[in-house]
């Protein structure tokens, strides 16, 4: 069955330091999508991106984020310059849209430690 | 806006014991999407189920089922004979069109022996 992956599954970084989480969507999905869930608390919505653009995004995902679909299999998330409150698992999500289902399938996700 | 609420932040019970987790839900929309997800230790997010807001039919999956109420805006998650592999952190989530999804706060589910 198809999935989501997701690399590294652990990564840990200085403040100020920039880290690029890695997806891999499901091959015949159109819309991708990041997450994340600090420690103990609920998953959070950052941005949704279609047809190579930016769809929606969350006050979250602020001038330190961004996305990219550089070929045509990865989809990554930037941090510019990681704060400490950057620390969280960050999931990636993919759909395809053209079924009438919507769901979104989860990666495994990727947490981030920043120190 | 939507939202998602999720009042009981913790449910501990013994094996075997039935517990229904509660999920209410608010939206302008007419359609929309609601889901739940298991979160066990691990990390992942594992789809249980989805529900389209033009069926209200519970739905049943073996000791899973789910109590979809538009009148009160709730779609409450049953778990009958529980068993400890079902401790985990439980999430209710909406969806509404091409958007992104709104999580509650999840319950924790504690399954003793």
């Known amino acids: 069955e198809p999935e989501v992956t997701q690399t590294p599954s652990h990564q840990v970084t200085q403040m100020g330091q920039e880290v690029i989480l890695r997806c891999v969507p499901i091959s015949n999905h159109l819309y991708f999508y990041w997450y994340r869930q600090i420690l103990g608390q609920k998953v959070e919505f950052l941005v949704s991106?279609?047809?190579?653009?930016?769809?929606?995004k969350s006050e979250i995902f602020d001038d330190q984020f961004s996305v990219e679909r550089p070929d045509g299999s990865n989809f990554t998330l930037k941090i510019r310059s990681t704060k400490l409150e950057d620390s969280a698992m960050y999931f990636c999500?993919?759909?395809?849209?053209?079924?009438?289902?919507?769901?979104?399938?989860f990666g495994p996700g990727t947490r981030l430690t920043v120190t | 806006a939507q939202k998602v609420t999720q009042a009981q932040t913790e449910i501990s019970v013994v094996e075997k014991e039935d517990v229904t987790l509660d999920c209410v839900y608010e939206t302008r929309d007419t359609t929309y999407y609601l889901f739940w997800y298991k979160q066990p230790p691990s990390g992942e997010l594992v789809f249980l189920i989805r529900?389209?807001?033009?069926?209200?039919q519970n739905e049943i999956s073996g000791r899973y089922s789910w109590n979809f109420q538009k009148s009160t805006s709730s779609f409450n998650f049953t778990i009958t004979a529980s068993q400890v592999v079902d401790s985990a952190v439980y999430f209710c989530a909406l969806k509404t069109g091409f958007q992104k999804l709104v999580f509650g706060t999840g319950t924790r589910l504690l399954v003793s022996p």
């Open positions: 999500a993919s759909s395809d849209e053209g079924q009438l289902s919507y769901e979104q399938y």
């Open positions: 991106f279609y047809n190579n653009e930016i769809s929606e």
């Open positions: 529900r389209n807001s033009f069926d209200e």
